[in-house]
């Protein structure tokens, strides 16, 4: 009796030991818990589809949001004002982009809003693509101080994934690109 005793005590043991990380991990995830999944800005939540939005290029033409070239897009929210706090993030966002070398190709940048004034604002919106946000949809994210930046990380197919508040890290969005355009 003592050896069939032991003998089920080694079979839920060897069960225990196969399918007691799967229960923790179900329980992890239905907690909301997800590894691997830091991002330096903040998730869009419900993820909202932008594809309807009409974005106008200054030549007159729409900007597409679902890319044929399967490109994410980082879409820049200027304040009331875009000027030399703007001007300086445009650019660390261009060299975070950059950075990113040959994976660079798969995301793009989109300038929504009155174009940037004060010294160098030229040379940085040679990077950018710049339009205008005809239908507003963007609107809830523009920050609203004087000279800020916000931007929001566009998918291929035009869902609006996660937003970057003003003062946002560089080099988080870099680490953010880096992971999305693997």
Not at 84 to 105: F, G, M, P, T, Y
Not at 149 to 166: E, H
Request: glycine content about 10%.
């Amino acid at each position: 009796m003592q050896t069939r005793s032991r003998k089920r005590l080694q079979l839920i043991l060897i069960w225990a030991i196969f399918f007691a990380p799967m229960v923790v991990a179900g329980v992890m995830a239905a907690m909301g818990w997800m590894p691997g999944t830091r991002s330096f800005g903040e998730g869009i939540v419900p993820q909202r589809s932008v594809e309807d939005a009409v974005a106008e290029r200054p030549d007159g033409s729409l900007l597409p949001w679902r890319d044929p070239d399967w490109r994410w897009s980082v879409v820049a929210l200027p304040g009331k004002t875009c000027g030399e706090i703007c001007i300086r993030q445009l650019d660390q966002v261009h060299r975070a982009r950059v950075s990113l070398n040959q994976k660079s190709a798969r995301v793009r940048l989109v300038y929504l809003g009155v174009p940037p004034h004060g010294e160098g604002a030229s040379e940085v919106m040679t990077a950018w693509e710049p339009a205008r946000d005809a239908t507003g949809a963007f609107d809830a994210w523009i920050p609203q101080v004087e000279d800020g930046l916000a931007l929001v990380l566009v998918k291929p197919d035009g869902i609006a994934l996660t937003l970057y508040r003003d003062g946002f890290n560089a080099s988080g969005l870099r680490k953010d690109l880096g992971k999305v355009t693997k």
